[in-house]
């Protein structure tokens, strides 16, 4: 299973310089709060971060000095000196690296959300250890009632009675804890108010607000960052195999998460093209101004988005990429510059050329608020209805327009 390390945390550098600084220096904050966007690459520093605590020939993590590398009776130049590995970050060399890279290490131990039965619990948690040792990019992905498990817990606490087993230290990563009962809670609270200087405790969430404050006021926190739209392209088309233009297309909605651009990948970016299409069919009808038309096609667009705000969102983004396109293009941009470059893209140049692109970007406004009303609980269908009026609106400089006081209510 490759594994990143701490030095090539993609899109991280902040995050890298500090964690590297931390293993340096060997001094280890009872308990870090790793915190910011999904799909941003937490779960993947929490492992780097404890790989590199665990590896043998950083100073200060092996239980036990490796003794020093010395020459053969027949003259053969000596094994690398531990001098020579890395003193920041994990070898990649030593059986310690060897065991937290298959997930193995006895020293490092993993909780995570699980969903489905109480009796299935051991086989979903095998199962997920399976799929991620054989996948590089392996998304965790759960239901709305997934949770850690008390069982997990306690398994944990009975652990944490004795000391590690190899290293020096153990490293607890506890990913997603915003998923996690009252008492479980407590329970974590009570470990981290007696700090054993053995265990390092690594928690992620994207939900912040969700983790106790009691719990984040005993936590170092280290905030992630979105990635930049490039280094995601980079990835997706070097690492994960996506061909160049849909690398472009999926970066370019990702909105700063490499675990949104790979959930769309493979067979999904076909789905994802599909779905840009009628999004830009639609943006098409209300452009047109043809009314009766576009509230068939926004209802049913909308249908279900009470439990599937995602696709409404994705819709509008779309629209709002192809916008900015437009955009790219009058402004003179080469083709290959263009999200949308895998489509026929001569309306688009028509539109670039007839639309000023003041008017353009009072459109891409109207979306971002369409966007924020529909993340907020405002009726998905009447906000994207108004928003899809606006856009096709034919008077829409500033000042040209109708008073609505909210966009619920200006249809
Ligand atoms: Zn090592």
Same mark, same amino acid.
């Given at each position: ?9 993609? +899109? ?215 990635? /930049? ?56 009808? /209300? ?88 993340? +907020? ?22 000042? /040209? ?11």
């Amino acid at each position: 299973m490759p594994v990143v390390a701490l030095a090539r945390l993609l +899109g991280q550098p902040e995050v890298s310089a500090f964690l590297r600084g931390v293993v340096e220096r060997g001094r280890y904050s009872n308990a870090y709060l790793f915190h910011g966007p999904a799909g941003v690459g937490k779960g993947t520093a929490a492992l780097a971060l404890a790989r590199a605590a665990l590896c043998d020939r950083v100073p200060g993590a092996a239980r036990f000095a490796p003794r020093a590398a010395e020459p053969s009776l027949f003259g053969e130049a000596p094994a690398p000196a531990a001098s020579q590995a890395p003193r920041d970050d994990a070898c990649g060399e030593c059986p310690a690296c060897g065991k937290s890279a298959q997930l193995i290490h006895p020293d490092l131990k993993f909780l995570f959300p699980v969903s489905g039965d109480e009796r299935e619990y051991e086989e979903s948690i095998g199962e997920t250890f399976e799929n991620w040792r054989a996948d590089p990019f392996h998304l965790f992905e759960y239901d709305r009632a997934a949770s850690i498990r008390i069982k997990q817990t306690q398994e944990l606490q009975r652990d944490l009675a004795y000391r590690p087993y190899e290293a020096s230290r153990r490293v607890v990563v506890i990913r997603d804890c915003d998923r996690m009962r009252e008492d479980q809670y407590s329970t974590l609270l009570k470990s981290l108010e007696e700090p054993a200087p053995t265990t390092v405790w690594v928690l992620t969430t994207s939900r912040v607000s969700r983790v106790p404050a009691t719990i984040r006021s005993r936590c170092q926190r280290v905030r992630f960052a979105p990635i /930049a739209e490039g280094a995601i392209r980079d990835v997706l088309e070097s690492q994960a195999g996506v061909p160049g233009s849909d690398a472009v297309l999926l970066a370019a909605l990702a909105g700063g998460s490499l675990g949104r651009a790979l959930a769309l990948r493979g067979e999904k970016a076909g789905e994802a093209k599909a779905q840009r299409d009628a999004a830009l069919a639609m943006l098409s009808t /209300a452009l047109h101004g043809d009314e009766k038309t576009l509230w068939s096609v926004v209802s049913a667009a909308a249908k279900g988005a009470a439990r599937n705000r995602e696709a409404v969102r994705r819709l509008v983004e779309f629209q709002m990429l192809w916008l900015r396109d437009i955009l790219r293009a009058g402004a003179g941009l080469p083709e290959a510059t263009l999200v949308n470059r895998d489509r026929d893209n001569q309306t688009l140049f028509e539109r670039a050329r007839t639309l000023e692109p003041a008017e353009v970007r009072r459109r891409l406004f109207v979306l971002e608020e369409a966007l924020r009303a529909i993340e +907020g609980n405002v009726s998905a269908d009447l906000s994207l209805m108004s928003a899809m009026l606006r856009v096709g609106g034919s008077r829409v400089g500033e000042g /040209a327009w109708p008073p609505h006081p909210t966009a619920r209510w200006d249809i």
